[in-house]
């Protein structure tokens, strides 16, 4: 059964990465959670996706250059919905001590572009280890060193490769780099492509699939998983079928 993910939380109906969107993911009965982290200026793991703060929140300027009593002084609902619903930018650490006592998985996915800095990668799964969620975590990232360095460091979390062009027979790129599963873009991801993946052994979870007939097609073929921004759309989908 393709199992759902709530991309950056229920990010359609509250403001991406935060408590409120995970909270919503987990009442509409989301499968999975995905959400982004990057380090802040104190070198705190934070939950947000730009590399600036400027269009979530009412702050201006990079992640990387305020410390984490700064960004959470910030208004992460700000620009969603007239600011509607208020609400800070979670740590890391903030949501895996809620996520603990729930019953979905999670993906995290690693905001960073170095081939030589590992930090990030080090902290998050130092704290994936703290609270002994090894076994219901993903690790995904554009950046390909940086899932493959989360690898060598704890090669028994699932990593998996984002992507958003065609790659050649990405299955065998997978294997390649030790990953189980792959998170194309949907619009690389045809039906094919999936069915070949998860017959060769890895998993296939297409990223941001909010129409209908989309999500249908995916749960139809058997994906492993959907990345949704309207986790209630899709599991009102699967149930349907």
Known sequence: MTQIFAHRGSSGTRPENT?????????????????????????????????????????????????????????????????????????????????????????IELKTTSVTNHELEEKVIGLIQKYDLDDRIIISSFNHYAIVYSYRLAPHIETAPLFMEGLYMPWVYAESIKAKAIHPHYKVAPKELIQISEKEGIKVRPFTVNKEKDLKMYMEIGASAVISDYPALARKVKDQL
């Open 19 to 107: 408590m409120i969107a995970f909270y919503e993911a987990e009442k509409n009965m989301a499968d999975g959670i995905e959400l982004d982290v990057q380090l802040s200026k104190d070198g705190k793991i934070v939950i947000i996706h730009d590399q600036k703060v400027d269009r979530t929140t009412d702050g201006k300027g990079f992640v990387k250059d305020f410390t984490l009593d700064e960004l959470q002084k910030l208004d992460a609902g700000y620009r969603f919905q007239s600011g509607k619903y208020p609400a800070k930018i979670p740590t890391l650490e903030q949501f895996l001590s809620w996520f603990k006592r729930t019953e979905m998985i999670c993906n």
